[in-house]
Nanobody, 126 residues
Framework: EVQLVESGGGLVQAGGSLRLSCAAS????????IGWFRQAPGKEREGVSR????????YYADFVKGRFTISSDNAKNTVYLQMNSLKPEDTAVYYC???????????????????WGQGTQVTVSS
């Protein structure tokens, strides 16, 4: 059974940091890319970052470049999202998702991802 389990969300003041974790199981980790998405109330889900496990290639949305860092620990089948300099507009439910790295795809298009975690709430107060 495929499982993605997020953790690490919480309440933080603007300018603070959080590290999200996404623990994966039930599939061959190296064959996938793991993306982080977020969804604020009343807004569409949007891509935040993605890492391809096999070659480590990374993508970031412009609105998090220089503030967020994605990484993976392949021995633990876990992907992390280090979030620094958080802003109130970063408040959202954050999800991780998995997609096979086969062929071309649009990394930030949530509709292309096969598996999803349950989400973790991140709230940034001003």
């Amino acid at each position: 059974e495929v499982q993605l389990v997020e953790s690490g969300g919480g309440l933080v003041q603007a300018g603070g940091s959080l590290r999200l974790s996404c623990a994966a199981s039930g599939f061959t980790f190296d064959d996938y890319a793991i993306g982080w998405f977020r969804q604020a109330p009343g807004k569409e889900r949007e891509g935040v970052s993605r890492i391809s496990i096999s070659d480590g290639s990374k993508y970031y949305a412009d609105f998090v470049k220089g503030r967020f860092t994605i990484s993976s620990d392949n021995a633990k089948n876990t992907v992390y999202l280090q979030m620094n300099s958080l802003k109130p507009e970063d408040t959202a439910v954050y999800y991780c998702a998995a997609i096979p790295v086969v062929g071309a795809n649009i990394w930030y298009d949530y509709r292309e991802y096969d598996y999803w975690g349950q989400g973790t709430q991140v709230t940034v107060s001003s």
